[in-house]
């Protein structure tokens, strides 16, 4: 690293000289001696620690910072707490962000500024042997700075290819700022370029753009006595002296209390009983004159319930509370944790984001004001940021839905090209540029008896044998083809219709009646069967076809039993009941013991139910129907979930889709733990309260396990079949 001129700083340097030094010139640069003024005593009672901390007052904040450095050096627990603080600070996306007024974009003078600049941060380099921090040793430092109230880090600077950047930053000792003691001046943080070697402190105010300045406090109190770490001063006394006590205790503990009865008044049998006594634990045995009485008497409490223990462990607490932002679970214990509230994590984004805006605001109106001053003078007012930008996540899938869904990728809501893109984290295609092709040709196949490429086949096979997927049309739209034809009519209002369109109801094949019996009663739902009055049930759907009505009148096959709730109302077989109205007979029935509102969830919530079924399918029970293939992607599985938790048709509920998609992506990812599937859960409730808000867990799950089940089945036995 090419540095500054340092060299030693000279003796008796006046505030003058230090104002007017060169900008390769550093400032302060500290004696080898001096490090000897670093020496700070690491025990203290607790009267020593309120000397220093009231002391502060003055203004000189030596003795406090060598107080916190200290408490830092003697406290375990302190010092990884702020070394997690400092780690995520460093991973956070830091980025140096173009000066634009609000609302609008940078104009290409800012964006060109924003960019030296950067470069100029990311070229700092650091050298350990003159602790010279590079940008990511800087952020460590004024992350200290954060909880110690104060923290001056001198700006080291370069001149490269005729233009200053720093080359680092430098960690300056409170010893060379403070508080003026003139009570007639200002009250102001300064700098005393000497150190207060001559034992008077010479203060100066800091030269510009010479130093990085960071002050923090927990209230709006003086500065010199707001420090956070202040409040942690008691915490380490008790740390400290309850690891000190808790040592001694372990040296003592386990061994029984001794004592000795002699004559009274035989000061030399007491000497030598004494002498004994103190010795009789490491030698263990003694010689005591005629008539001494010795007694053993042993602890029988354990040690797992100490005051010094108490003390070490409340004094971690409160690092955990105070430093880290950990909540309530933090003193809960292991057990019932989360009935207080969500696991938190190690390092409380909230606490790490307020650190990265403290930071942040001393880069960019100290660092980056200067780089551009020393460069462009001070007249620039379009200085660059440098800010930790976190990247709010984003539904993907969600966002291109509702593109679609206001019409905006139809072209009927029109928007602009560049924010389109923008939106989508997509780059714009520039003129000419080749563009990604929307069907790529595909690879040719390779022959294994010739080792030559398959030619293509020709397009009118092509055209004669459509893909798999266009032949293998959902079961519901065929239905729907085939009942376009037929006239439909609703239900006399005073039949006691539920209203429910055909389109919802539940269809069960007759092959699945059996299962879903079996599936209900595993629920606590009891099934009879019986034969009743046709005219005594009830409609649930809200239409019916008079074509099928009259097809199931002339239909002279076995006829199966509808399935009708405990309320009377009509499940599935509808049709077949009209035609046994119409004919004025009885009918048989399997009757299930719920009522119609959780018949119908029930039902729904059964894999095998669909919301179509051929006509003969529902008259018969005696015709061998082919098994239909399940889809077993990703789509037909939550389709399949959706229906079976709410009822309806998947093509209805394409706002809630993704949230479905995603749960389903979770259950079957074997990489993904509890954990990613009850963050994914959370986030549909955040996000969708109307339906995942009341939503029935234990529903979830059998419906995730049933459809994933399902198709695990239906893919094995097509390999089967294959």
Request: glycine share 8%; proline share 7%.
């Amino acid at each position: 690293m090419s540095g500054p001129s340092n060299g030693p700083r000279p003796e008796g340097a006046t505030p003058q000289s230090a104002s007017s030094a060169p900008l390769s010139h550093s400032i302060v640069v500290p004696a080898a001696r001096e490090r000897l003024l670093e020496i700070f005593k690491r025990e203290q009672l607790p009267r020593e620690v309120g000397g220093t901390l009231e002391g502060s007052i003055s203004g000189d904040l030596r003795l406090q910072q060598l107080l916190f450095y200290a408490m830092i050096d003697t406290w375990p627990f302190l010092s990884k707490a702020l070394a997690e603080i400092k780690r995520k600070v460093r991973k956070a996306p830091w980025k140096v962000v173009p000066w634009a007024p609000r609302g609008e974009k940078a104009d290409a003078k800012a964006e060109k500024l924003a960019k030296e600049v950067e470069n100029s941060i990311w070229a700092m380099k650091p050298d350990p042997t003159r602790q010279i921090r590079g940008f990511e040793g800087t952020l460590d430092d004024l992350v200290m700075g954060y909880f110690l109230g104060h923290q001056l880090q001198q700006i080291e600077w370069d001149k490269k290819k005729g233009e200053w950047a720093p080359g680092g930053t430098k960690p300056i000792s409170a010893r060379y700022y403070g508080y003026p003691y003139e009570f007639h001046d200002e009250d102001r943080l300064m700098l005393d370029p000497s150190g207060g070697e001559s034992g008077l402190s010479a203060y100066i105010d800091f030269p510009e753009h010479r130093f990085l300045i960071a002050v923090n406090g927990s209230h709006p109190g003086h500065p010199t006595l707001a420090a956070p770490l202040r409040a942690l001063t008691g915490y380490w006394l008790a740390a400290v002296f309850g690891l000190k006590w808790f040592m001694q205790y372990s040296q003592l503990f386990g061994q029984p209390i001794r004592w000795a009865n002699y004559v009274a008044g035989d000061t030399t049998a007491k000497a030598e009983i004494q002498n004994m006594m103190e010795n009789i634990g490491a030698a263990a045995w003694g010689i005591f004159p005629t008539g001494t009485e010795l007694h053993f008497e042993s602890d029988s409490r354990g040690g797992t319930s100490l005051p010094q223990r108490e003390l070490l462990k409340m004094a971690d607490e409160q690092v955990s509370v105070f430093i880290l932002g950990q909540n309530l679970t933090t003193t809960s214990g292991e057990k019932g944790a989360r009935a207080l509230g969500e696991v938190h994590m190690d390092v409380r984004e909230e606490v790490v984001e307020g650190v990265c805006d403290f930071v942040g605001e001393i880069l960019t109106h100290q660092l980056s004001a200067s780089i551009v001053a020393v460069n462009y003078g001070d007249g620039r007012d379009d200085i660059p940021g440098i800010w930790a930008v976190y990247e709010q996540p984003r539904d993907e899938k969600a966002m291109a839905e509702r593109d679609n869904a206001l019409g905006i990728t139809s072209g009927q809501t029109p928007v602009e090209r560049q924010w389109f893109y923008e939106r989508h984290g997509i780059p714009i295609p520039a003129d000419g540029a080749p563009l990604f092709k929307e069907k790529p040709d595909p690879e040719p196949k390779i022959d294994p008896k010739t080792g030559k490429p398959i030619p293509p086949k020709e397009e009118k096979e092509t055209e004669e044998e459509p893909p798999a997927e266009r032949k293998e049309e959902p079961e519901k739209k065929k239905v729907e083809a085939a009942d376009a034809g037929l006239s439909w009519r609703r239900f006399p209002a005073n039949s006691g219709s539920l209203g429910v369109p055909r389109a919802e109801m539940p269809q069960i094949r007759s092959g699945d009646r059996a299962s879903l019996v079996q599936f209900f009663r595993k629920r606590g739902i009891g099934a009879s069967e019986e034969t009743v009055p046709a005219d005594t049930l009830k409609p649930t759907q809200l239409e019916f076809s008079p074509e099928k009505v009259r097809a199931a009148l002339d239909y002279k096959g076995g006829n199966r039993s509808i399935l009708v709730s405990e309320d009377d109302h009509v499940i599935d077989g509808h049709h077949q009941w009209q035609a046994h109205v119409m004919a004025e007979e009885d009918i048989r029935i399997i009757r299930l013991a719920a009522p119609i509102a959780r018949c119908l969830m029930m039902a729904h919530r059964m894999p095998s139910t669909t919301v179509a079924a051929s006509l003969r399918e529902d008259l018969s029970d005696e015709l061998d129907h082919p098994p239909r293939k399940k889809g077993t992607t990703l789509e037909k599985l939550s389709a399949a979930v959706m229906e079976g938790l709410t009822g309806v048709q998947s093509q209805w509920l394409g706002p809630v889709r993704p949230f479905f998609d995603k749960l389903l992506a979770a259950a079957m990812d074997e990489t993904a733990t509890d954990e990613d599937f009850q963050e994914v859960l959370q986030k549909a409730q955040r996000e969708l309260p109307e339906l995942f808000g009341v939503l029935d867990t234990q529903a979830l799950r059998e419906a995730m396990e049933n459809a994933i089940g399902s198709a695990m089945l239906a893919g094995s036995v097509e390999r089967y079949e294959k």
